[in-house]
């Protein structure tokens, strides 16, 4: 927590989706949330929504002392991602929680063979490489800071566990993060730094927009599949950053009900 109380946030991919929803819930609840993205003016949008939802949430007074700070940031730049977390220093003066959020699909629909490497590397730097210089900068100002530590939530996927079709890049990068979550959890101990990892599945995202009007699946059917409001989502990662360091949920799974996960194939 700050001087004020308020607990310190950073977002990475705040301006859309998940990442926005998790934002705005965090900075509706009270917390102080760094938003980093690669578009300001979409981080802007996210903070201005924010501000329209305190405004309509009475009875919650430790809102009134939250604020949002727009860092335009592409996590696959180390420098970026360094100025980022200086800013958080300097700004906020510590920092609490990071949401590893950002990360692309890559190329839809493109057979394994087909796969071009600099796709290959585009979605393995924004998902991996990104989520690895954000854990890193996140954790050595967890480890420093005084009062010590923090908590770190990587936004998995349910392709960590089960892939789709043609998902090479994409569900490569998603096992190895829930390798980086169970490293960090691991390391992270003697400094009161816990990591845990959400795995979600068919959010209501622009990103999974096309799963409403069909998905491929594993049989070579194309099936329109359901989705679920991204603010619950939001609610569990905040479940989740709520929690104090001496308990940690290590793995959450979030999804539609009724999507085809488990038996999917």
């Known amino acids: 927590m700050n001087a004020k109380g308020t607990k310190i946030a950073v977002v990475t991919g705040a ?6 929803a998790v934002a705005v ?3 509706r609840t009270g917390w102080s949330v760094a938003l980093a993205g690669r578009r300001a003016e979409r981080l802007e949008e996210t903070a201005a929504l924010a501000e329209t939802a305190r405004q309509g949430l009475p009875g919650q007074p430790a809102a ?3 604020t949002s700070l727009c860092v335009r940031t592409d996590v696959s730049h180390p420098d970026e991602v360094a100025a980022l977390f200086a800013a958080v220093r300097e ?3 510590r920092l609490d929680l990071l949401f590893n959020n950002a990360g692309t699909f890559g190329p839809g629909g493109v057979p394994f063979e087909e796969l071009p490497y600099e796709a290959w590397r585009h979605v393995v730097g924004t998902n991996l490489d990104g989520a690895f210089l954000c854990a890193q900068a996140a954790y050595r100002q967890m480890k420093e800071q005084d009062p010590q530590g923090g908590r770190i ?3 998995g996927s349910i392709s960590a566990h089960t892939p789709r079709p043609h998902s090479a890049a994409y569900t490569a990068s998603k096992h190895a993060l829930t390798g980086l979550t169970k490293s960090l959890s691991l390391d992270g101990r003697p400094y009161r730094i816990a990591c845990g990892q959400i795995d979600i599945g068919n959010a209501a995202t622009d990103m999974t927009e096309r799963m409403q009007t069909g998905a491929l699946q594993a049989n070579g059917e194309v099936v329109a599949e359901p989705v679920m409001d991204v603010a619950d989502v939001a609610r569990t990662v905040r479940h989740m950053a709520a929690l104090p360091l001496e308990a940690n949920v290590q793995f959450a799974t979030v999804l539609a009900t009724a999507m085809p996960y488990v038996g999917r194939g």
């Open 64 to 66: 009134k002392d939250s």
């Open 15 to 20: 301006g859309s989706g998940i990442g926005r």
């Open 91 to 93: 700004h906020f003066g």
């Open 25 to 27: 819930e965090l900075l």
């Open 153 to 155: 939530i990587n936004n």
